[in-house]
C-alpha cells in the first residue's frame, strides 16, 4: 500500500514530463501550424503500419492451416486460426535444439566477449606494461578488418583445430571485438583517477581495484555491451553456417535458413518458425529498450 | 560540426591541432596508470590470446593462402606467387560482382539514411505513443536474416505472394521480385532497407534531441515555419550524424552476403551476386582456397580505403 502510493506520483511525474517534452519537441520542430502537424500524424502512422506489415502478415500467416497458408491468397484464414503450425515445429523437427543452441551460444559469446573486452581495456586505460601502445594500436587497427573476409583461413583453421561442428567453433571466433575493447577503454579513462587511487591505498589489488571499483562504476556501458553483442551473436548466420554442418548443432538463423526446404513449401510452418526465432530479442528490446536506445546514441554500436 | 558554422569551416591550423594533440597526450597521462608491473600482461591475456588466434592469424595465414593454389581437399599447396591476384584482375567475375555491390551499395544506402531521417523526424515531433513508433522501426532491425528473408520471400512468392495479390488485385500482371533479372537487386535493397532501418533511425532520434533547443526558438521569434525551420536548422544540425550513418551504412552495405545468399543465391543468372557471394562460392563451392583469398584480399584493401577516408575525414572535424 505505502509502496504504491509512492510509486504512483512518480510514474505519473514521469508521465507528465514526458508529455511536456512531447509537447516541446512538437512546437519547436512544427511550430504552431496546425496543417503540418496533421501531415505529421498522417505519415507517421503510415510508415508504421507499412514498417508493421510484414510482421503482421507473417503472424497472421502462422496462425492459418497448411492448407489455408497455400491455398487461397486471402488475408484473413478461410476456415480459422490454427495453432498446428506452432505445435507441429515444437514437436516434430529440430526447432527446440536450434534454440537451446542459439540460447547457448549467443549467451557464452556475450559473457566471454563482456569479460575478455573488459579487462583488456581496463589493462589499454588503467595500467603500465611494455609494449603497451602497440597493442592499443594494434587492436584499434583491427577494428577496421571485416570479419567475412576471414571465413575461408578461419574454417581452414576450425578444420586443423577439429573445431568444425562444435560448440567451440561456433563461439570462439566470435568474441573477438576489438571495437567493444576500445568503447570500453574510453569508459574506463573517463573515470576519476582518484576513485581507483583511493581502493589502491586503501591496499587493493589490481583486480580488487578493477572488480570493486571499476566494474560496478561501468554497469551501465557492460550493459549496452552485453546487448548488442547478445543481438549481434543471436543473429549472426554467416559465421555459424560456415561452421556447422550437422542439424544438431544449427543455432536458429542457420537451422531455419538450410532445413526448411526438406520442409517443403510449409509456409504455415516456416512463419511459425521464423516469428518463435525472432521472439527472443524482441523480449529483450522490451526489456532493455531504455539500453538499448542509450547504446546506441552514445556509442553507435552494432550495425549489420 | 558546431553550432556556429563559422568556426567549422576554417580547418584548424597546424598550431592548434599540435597543441591539442599535446593536450590529449596530457589528458592520457594524467590518468594515471594505477597498475604498473605485470598486472597490465594479466589483463591482456584473454583477449590477446582469442584475438591473436582468431583474428591476426587467420589474416596472416588468409595472406599467405593469397599466394597458393590451395584447393579445400589438396594437401600440399604449391606457392604461386602473384597468379591468384593476376588472374583475379583479369576476371570478368570479379569485375561483375564488384560492380554488382557497389550497385546494392548506392541503392540501398541512399534510403537508409533518407528513411532513416524521416522517421526520427516524425518520431521526434513529440506525438504521445513514444515507445510504439520506436517499436515499429526499431523492431525489425533485431530480426535474424533468416526470419526476415522467409517473411519477405513469403511475401515475393510469385502465385501466393501478398504484393503479386495485392497486383492481381488492381488487375496488374504479377511481377517476378526475386527472379527477374531488373527487379531482384531492387527486391533486395527494399528488404534490406525495411530490415536495417531502424539502427540509423535512433542514430538520427539520438542527435535531434541534442540539439539546442534556443537554435529553435532563434528561428521561430525570425518567423521561420516548420519547413524552414527542417531545412535552416535541423538538417545543418544533423551533418555530423549524417556523414557517420552514410559511411557506416556504405561499410556494412558493402559487405552484403546473407540476404542475398538466403533470397537468390546470387540468381538470377548471377545478376545479384555480391563480391563477398562470390568469395563464397570461389572457396566453398569451388573448394580453390587460395584464389578465394586473393579476391578476399582484394576486397580488403577497397574497405580499407574507405575506411581511412571516414578516419581522415572524422579527424579533420574532431
Redesign the interface.
Known sequence: MATASLVLPEVATRRAIRGADNRRATRLLLGSSASARTLAVIALVLMTLVWLLPFAWAIITSFKTEQDAASAATVWPASGWSLQAYTNVLTKGDLPIWMLNSVITAVLVTLITVVVSAMAGYAFSRTMFRGRAFALALTVASIMVPGQILIVPLFQQMLAFQMVDTYAGIILPQVVAPVMVFILKKFFDGIPSELLDAARVDGAGPWRTFFTIAVPLSKSILVAVAIFTFIGAWNNFLWPFIVTTDSALMTIPVGIATVTETYGLQYARTMASAMLAALPLLVVFMLFQRQIVRGVATTGLGGQ | MSATTSTAAVPPSADVRKSRRRAEREA?R???????????????A???I??L???????V??LW?SFTDRTLIGTNPGLVGLENYIEAFGDAQVWQTLWQTVFFTVISTIPLVIVAL??A????????G???????????F??????V????G??FQP????F??WLGNLGLDPVGWLTDERFAMWSIALVTV???VG?NF??Y??AL?AIP?HL??AA?IDG???WR??FSV?IPQLGRTTW?VLI?QV??SL?V??QIY?LTGGGPAGTTRST?LY??DT??VNYR?GY??AI??I??AL??VL?LIQLFNRRKEA
Open positions: 592520457e594524467r590518468a594515471q596508470r594505477l597498475h604498473s608491473g605485470l598486472s597490465g600482461y594479466w589483463f591482456l584473454p583477449f590477446a582469442v584475438f588466434l582468431f583474428l591476426i592469424w587467420p589474416i595465414y588468409g593462402m524521416v522517421m523526424l516524425l518520431v521526434f515531433t513529440g506525438l504521445p513514444q515507445w510504439l513508433w520506436r517499436f515499429a522501426f526499431f523492431a525489425s533485431l530480426l535474424p536474416v533468416a526470419v528473408t522467409q517473411v519477405w513469403w511475401m502465385d501466393l505472394g501478398l503479386n495479390t525495411w530490415w536495417t539502427f535512433l542514430l532520434l539520438a534531441q533547443e529553435y526558438e521561430a521561420a515555419g516548420a525551420r527542417l535541423t557517420l557506416l561499410l556494412a559487405k552476403f546473407d538466403l563477398l568469395i563464397y572457396g566453398f582456397l578465394a583469398s578476399s584480399y576486397f580488403f574497405i580499407i575506411s
